[in-house]
């Protein structure tokens, strides 16, 4: 039997690489608008790279799992960065941040990559 993605799982996962990496690497040099966005919710300037470290390797580990027919990479990786988005949600919404931002769609996007893996 041989291991088949699907076009959908794919498409979702480069799309998620590109964007959560992009997101990454803004960490490790932050634009006044990333340090604004972290001090409202009371995020440490200090912890900026390991949160970038986090998504990055959210991020390699979707591209590992594309390119070496190990499922179970991408499928940790992608569980991995729905845990992150999600605690990144929680975050600003204890701080009374309630307003649609980032990292909603990047935690979209992770969900969407997780599912469509699930199912192909």
């Known amino acids: 039997m041989a291991l088949t993605m ?3 799982y794919i498409g979702a996962s480069i799309l998620t690489i590109v964007a959560v990496g992009i997101s990454a690497a803004g960490f490790f040099r932050p ?8 001090a409202k919710v009371d995020v440490e300037e200090s912890w900026l790279p390991m949160l970038g470290i986090l998504k990055a390797t959210g991020a390699l580990g979707l591209l590992i799992g594309i390119g070496v027919p190990i499922p179970s990479v991408g499928t940790a990786a992608a ?3 729905v845990v992150y ?6 975050v600003h919404l204890r701080a009374g941040d309630y307003s649609v931002s980032g990292q ?3 935690l979209l996007l992770a969900v ?3 599912i469509l893996d699930v199912v192909s």
């Open 104 to 106: 909603h769609v990047y």
């Open 31 to 38: 634009p006044e608008a990333i340090l604004e966005s972290m």
């Open 6 to 8: 699907s076009s959908a």
């Open 112 to 114: 969407a990559t997780l």
């Open 79 to 81: 569980v991995g960065l």
């Open 85 to 90: 988005f999600v605690g990144a949600a929680i």
